[in-house]
Nanobody, 124 residues
Framework: QVQLVESGGGLVQAGGSLRLSCAAS????????MGWFRQAPGKEREFVAA????????YYTDSVKGRFTISRDNTKNTVYLQMNSLKPEDTAAYYC?????????????????WGQGTQVTVSS
């Protein structure tokens, strides 16, 4: 089984940046699409970004386009989420997940492995 471990979360002021990492172990994720989701207290888990298995195709939710960048390093079995120009509404627990195919989408039910999450808090 694959284990996904997120890191890089923290407290940052509005306008600041953070870089989240998702390290996979146990099994490679190099042939799978990967995604980032977030969940704020009292809200449903929502899609943030996804990347195809080779990194050539990326998807973003509208609210983060132009501010967040998803990338991956298959030599390190790691996926990243660079978050710039952070806003208080970005505050949430962020989760990485493995899609069941190499071509991910926004559907949370098509992701079959999840990390434990890392908290991002943006102060105003």
């Amino acid at each position: 089984q694959v284990q996904l471990v997120e890191s890089g979360g923290g407290l940052v002021q509005a306008g600041g940046s953070l870089r989240l990492s998702c390290a996979a172990s146990g099994r490679t994720v190099n042939t799978y699409g990967m995604g980032w989701f977030r969940q704020a207290p009292g809200k449903e888990r929502e899609f943030v970004a996804a990347i195809s298995w080779h990194g050539g195709i990326t998807y973003y939710t509208d609210s983060v386009k132009g501010r967040f960048t998803i990338s991956r390093d298959n030599t390190k079995n790691t996926v990243y989420l660079q978050m710039n120009s952070l806003k208080p509404e970005d505050t949430a627990a962020y989760y990485c997940a493995r899609h069941r195919t190499g071509w991910p989408n926004k559907n949370v039910y098509e992701y079959d492995a999840w990390g434990q999450g890392t908290q991002v808090t943006v102060s105003s």
